[in-house]
């Protein structure tokens, strides 16, 4: 979820004719959108969709801003609502562009009909900014071709800051955006590899989520050159295999409005550091690219592909299908004023979700208008860029950002008959509608099998805002989802103790894959993606270093705004004297064993490894500073963490035991209370039990070794009665987070554990930690 004023700090913020409803389709890019070279590159055929514009021209530049057109082409409608029109080279370099091609629209429609007299700044032809129909035509803003690979540079950059070029409305409507507008590039294609994709089953994987630009930025052992750029942070793969990860997540790297970043110097200010506003859905973000020229970005991206696929690391993507950069109208009083630079210059009925009346639009997202995903059109859009990332570009995965906005049944506010669950249009996800964009993804995308394979892994952030959008556990067979239930009440669990009530039991399920969200639709426990903290929050150090949210400091940790005042964190008692550093990383090491030795796929945020922190910041999007980049000086409580988190990762890749592929039947897992008595309905039931040990059963599911694992939600210390181990066999303790064990070996290497005993056995745990036995 993202906050609201995004919007603000990047643009100032922001008949229903239906377009055609096409049937489904498994071929990609079917109606041939975008700008490509034929084979002989003697020509360039440019096609872009919309069901509503009477007129479309194509301009042409030599350079991507500041200059004016080199020429202008009047497209042709060639039915289903595509506009073409085929250029040859010659053409395109006899006037004057012998370098690179940039392009962009200029659209006419019902709401500014074609006038012979219209020239640029010109409002002949006008009749309103938006129409009875919700047409919003304005032939003085260039637009960004929604097909185009690659982006010239942002709406915002470090030589506009004026958002105003690019609006509608009776005080911007006659701006000229062509000098400024961001343009397409048509590009050749490529001759990079991006390697060999694993094939990795999704159980076995570690994700590591972190933001391209942050992962390098500061990081000495990269060339300067190099720092922040899809080039160095594939140096970086490595360093990641090394730490465990078998698949990296990048925030979002499609072009977003993040040029403008660096204009104002150790400042806040129109800065997107996530880069969750999508300018367009094809091209590498050229913020990240070492080499920017045309091209550069596409040939790097696909370089670091194959770096960390060299390395068997897979490369997912965060991407932001439910909203894009043009954002709403910038009031809720006048619908005339909104951002136009793509979608909604060319079809803003076919993009976007109005509501009843056609004039404004819903949003569930927070940042201003729905991408209207119902539509089949829009989602082919989806379906196209999926696809164009996945075997262009090499990516192996995808993280939905919201994707209950994936799930949503409704069309725009006058479609009653093809909406009837929202006669007023609006929003209701429906998993069983066939037609709701996830499961178009699934028709059109094999999922990767559970045994591994060739395929795509699918994330869903499984929520939005507003209705029913929290669908956690709602996602059909084929979808993974972001568990915030095993975020939320793990924290409770160790941070919440005698401010609400806590639920044993709930934990128990966290640790065995949360079958209560996830079996009764089909889907396994590695469908549960497990994690204590991700990009939207806070770091993991902070969830146990902070009382709440501290977002107003100052630069380079601040300020920030929005963030959620919802945050299970607790500094251990350090401000109230009673707690100390020792404590915030004897909890730490206890939620990070959380993640890795749960049933699921676990998710930790890129800096976890060694306890980064941004001071309590929870909501740091806006944050292109030296606290949001990683930081690899580390001291040696930092460097002890890394070597817990390295060995915590290597266990659990080493031992199938902790990555069940189905669920854990009575037999292979059984539960105990801390006096070694078999758990009983009574013990679950008790909300005044706050300890709870488990073995596992390792042989049984491929492993050497049976597994005890203990948790003590106490605060003081616990004994917990061992239970027999495999016969011929003892206890030996792996890890205990406890205070005591603080240090370099924490988690002890394989052969190193220290025997502890048999049935019988007593062990004294202290508060709030977890002990990990094997049998040997």
Known sequence: MKCSKILAALLVCASLAIAPMMPAHAAINSMGLGASYNAQKTSVTFQVYSSQATRIVLYLYASGYGAQESTTYVLSPTGNGVWSVTVPVSAIQAAGITGSVYYGYRAWGPNWPYNASWGKGSQAGFSSDVDANGNRF???????????????????????????????????????????????????????????????????????????????????????????????????????????????????????????????????AKQNYWGYMTEDYFAPDRHYAYNKAPGGPTAEFQAMVQAFHNAGIKVYMDVVYNHTAEGGTWTSSDPTTATIYSWRGLDNTTYYELTSGNQYFYDNTGVGANFNTYNTVAQNLIVDSLAYWANTMGVDGYRFDLASVLGNSCLNGSAVAGAPNCPNGGYNFDAADSKVA?????????????????????FAEPWA?????????????????????????????????????????????????????????????????????????????????????SNGQAWPYGPSDGGTSTNYSWDQGMSAGTGTALDQRRAARTGMAFEMLSAGTPLMQGGDEHLRTLKCNNNAYNLDSSANWLNYSWTTDQSNFYNFAQRLIAFRKAHPALRPATWYSTSQVVWYQPSGAVATSSYWNNTSNYALAYTINGPSLGDSNSMYIAYNGWSGSVTFTLPAPPSGTSWYRVTDTCNWNDGSNTFVTPGNEAVIGGAGTTYSQCGQSLLLLISK
């Not at 390098?216 to 970086?236: E, H, I, N």
């Not at 995308?445 to 892994?457: H, K, N, Q, W």
């Open 138 to 268: 304005n032939p003085n803003k260039l637009l960004l071709d929604p097909y185009a690979l690659e982006v010239s540079q942002d709406s915002l950059n470090t030589s506009n800051q004026n958002g105003n070029v690019f609006a509608s409305g009776a005080s911007y409507r006659n701006i000229d955006s062509g000098t400024y507008a961001p343009k397409g590039i048509v590009l050749a294609p490529s001759g990079q590899s991006t390697g060999t994709k694993p094939t990795r089953a999704q159980k076995d994987d570690v994700i590591y989520e972190v933001n391209v630009r942050g992962f390098t930025r500061q990081d000495p052992s990269v060339p300067t050159a190099y720092q922040g750029t899809y080039y160095g942070a594939g140096l970086k793969a490595s360093y990641l295999a090394s730490l465990g990860v078998t698949a990296v997540e990048f925030l979002p790297v499609q072009e977003t409005q993040n040029d403008a970043n660096d204009v104002v110097a150790n400042s806040d």
């Open 465 to 549: 805002i507003g209705g029913n959008s929290y669908q956690l556990g709602g996602f059909p067979q084929g979808w993974s989802e972001w568990n915030g239930a095993f975020r939320d009440s793990f924290r409770q669990a160790q941070n919440e103790l005698g401010n609400m009530t806590i639920s044993i039991g709930q934990d128990a399920t966290n640790f065995s894959g949360s079958s209560n969200l996830f079996q009764a639709s089909g889907r396994s426990p590695w469908n549960s993606t497990n994690f204590i903290d991700v990009h939207d929050g806070m770091t993991l150090n902070d969830v146990y270093a902070c009382n709440g949210a």
């Open 438 to 458: 996830i499961n178009r993804i699934l028709r059109e995308f094999t999922v990767r099998p559970a045994a591994g394979g060739s395929g795509l892994d699918l």
